[in-house]
């Protein structure tokens, strides 16, 4: 269990680097990841929803290699949201850490339960959606109100930056692959594939 754990977390950050966040804070199988946060970012709402997709599809192949090491795969839930926090040190004097406190936070690990409620692999808030930028394929899922907030916002579900089937001849790990470069060309951030090595991980 701690091997599956380490290998999602580490491909997991690496996607978060990738596409310009960083990763503020790992409670067990979970990833706080920030945008705009150390440095101004215009685009930060669209890397973030972008790093989702490219992590959903990183999990396809991820779970393709434990499959074949006999362990069962893995699926995710991401929330996005964007708003207002406060980062810095936080903690006591036996015990220090980088991170980030505030409404944004919380009602950010609402939205991510409500995942599995909707059956989506990525949710992101109204404030996202106004923000992004990318040719993503996204459908709203509903009003809600969740716990610690007077008001409801509505919430969309994110599937990706497009809705066209994979490339002809391509199926499972290859489809996957190449949706994954796809996203991060988006940013104009290249990949480097090879046929005996598609695993842009380590």
């Known amino acids: 269990l701690l091997q599956v754990l380490e290998r999602y977390l580490s491909v997991i950050s690496q996607?978060?680097?990738l596409f310009g966040g960083?990763?503020?804070e790992i409670q067990g199988?979970?990833?706080l990841a920030l945008w705009n946060a150390e440095e101004d970012t215009e685009d930060h709402a669209t890397r973030a929803c972008l790093a989702a997709c490219a992590m959903v599809e990183a999990?396809?192949?991820?779970?393709e290699e434990l499959r074949q090491k006999a362990l069962p795969g893995l699926r995710i839930g991401v929330a996005v949201n964007t708003g207002h926090g406060l980062t810095g040190i936080i903690g006591c004097s036996e015990r220090l850490k980088w991170g980030c406190l505030g409404d944004t936070v919380n009602y950010t690990n609402r939205l991510e339960t409500?995942?599995?409620f909707y059956r989506v692999n990525i949710i992101c808030s109204e404030t996202t959606y106004r923000l992004l930028e990318a040719d993503l394929v996204t459908q709203q899922l509903d009003l809600v109100k969740v716990r610690g907030r007077e008001a409801s916002g509505r919430i969309y579900a994110v599937f990706?930056?497009?809705d066209q089937p994979p490339p002809e001849g391509e199926t499972g790990s290859q489809a996957s692959v190449t949706r994954l470069a796809e996203a991060a060309q988006e940013l104009g951030i290249v990949l480097e594939f090879d046929q005996?090595?598609?695993w842009p991980f380590s």
């Open 15 to 17: 996607i978060i680097k």
């Open 196 to 198: 005996e090595n598609p």
């Open 22 to 24: 960083t990763v503020a």
């Open 29 to 31: 199988d979970g990833v």
């Open 114 to 116: 409500l995942c599995k």
């Open 160 to 162: 990706g930056q497009h």
């Open 59 to 63: 999990m396809a192949l991820l779970t």
